[in-house]
T-cell receptor, first 113, second 109 residues
Framework: KAGVTQTPRYLIKTRGQQVTLSCSPISGHRSVSWYQQTPGQGLQFLFEYFSETQRNKGNFPGRFSGRQFSNSRSEMNVSTLELGDSALYLC????????????FGQGTRLTVV | SQQGEEDPQALSIQEGENATMNCSYKTSINNLQWYRQNSGRGLVHLILIRSNEREKHSGRLRVTLDTSKKSSSLLITASRAADTASYFCATGTASKLTFGTGTRLQVTL
């Protein structure tokens, strides 16, 4: 069974640009959550999607957005990139609602220059 | 924001020794989970302990939970070089996890 796949693995963007990251969950998993990891702030929750609906949102500005498709694949978008957006972006999927185990992808390393 | 602190921030031990790392959290919990992260890559779920449990074992891992002190500890016995990683505790649901600051474990030969 394939794991959570995130693409691309590495990305370099310029300040002011926008970026779209993709996450394909484990087959059959309907919930996808996104996290940002930086040396200064650690691991922080961005948002969660379940059945194409955003169920939870973390404390991030509106420049950070996401969506989920009918096949459960999810994308997150960051507009007007800032240097501080440089981070490892992690996606996690789980089967459904409730306290089940989250499976993480390898992450997308975004560098903003 | 992060749920709490992990202690120590970094730990260096020799292969075969035991490694203990601690996690403190701030709010009431239903369960607490531990994850491992190798060198800035994805997180791997290690173990989940529920609030009504005091101790749980999984292979070489032993986790304790003290809800009165809002703290948990992870013990790795007979450590191996492959255990070198960062370890995070996390609270919340699998949909929205709040992570601790992490402990970087270095196991040397």
């Amino acid at each position: 069974k394939a794991g959570v796949t995130q693409t691309p693995r590495y990305l370099i963007k310029t300040r002011g640009q926008q970026v779209t990251l993709s996450c394909s969950p484990i087959s059959g998993h309907r919930s996808v959550s996104w996290y940002q990891q930086t040396p200064g702030q650690g691991l922080q929750f961005l948002f969660e999607y379940f059945s194409e609906t955003q169920r939870n949102k973390g404390n991030f500005p509106g420049r950070f957005s996401g969506r989920q498709f009918s096949n459960s694949r999810s994308e997150m978008n960051v507009s007007t990139l800032e240097l501080g957006d440089s981070a490892l972006y992690l996606c996690a999927s789980k089967l459904g609602q409730g306290n089940t185990e989250a499976f993480f992808g390898q992450g997308t390393r975004l560098t903003v220059v | 924001s992060q749920q709490g602190e992990e202690d120590p921030q970094a730990l260096s031990i020799q292969e075969g020794e035991n490694a203990t790392m601690n996690c403190s959290y701030k709010t009431s919990i239903n369960n607490l989970q531990w994850y491992r992260q190798n060198s800035g890559r994805g997180l791997v779920h290690l173990i989940l302990i529920r609030s009504n449990e005091r101790e749980k074992h999984s292979g070489r891992l032993r986790v304790t939970l003290d809800t009165s002190k809002k703290s948990s500890s992870l013990l790795i016995t007979a450590s191996r070089a492959a255990d070198t990683a960062s370890y995070f505790c996390a609270t919340g649901t699998a949909s929205k996890l709040t992570f601790g600051t992490g402990t970087r474990l270095q196991v040397t030969l």
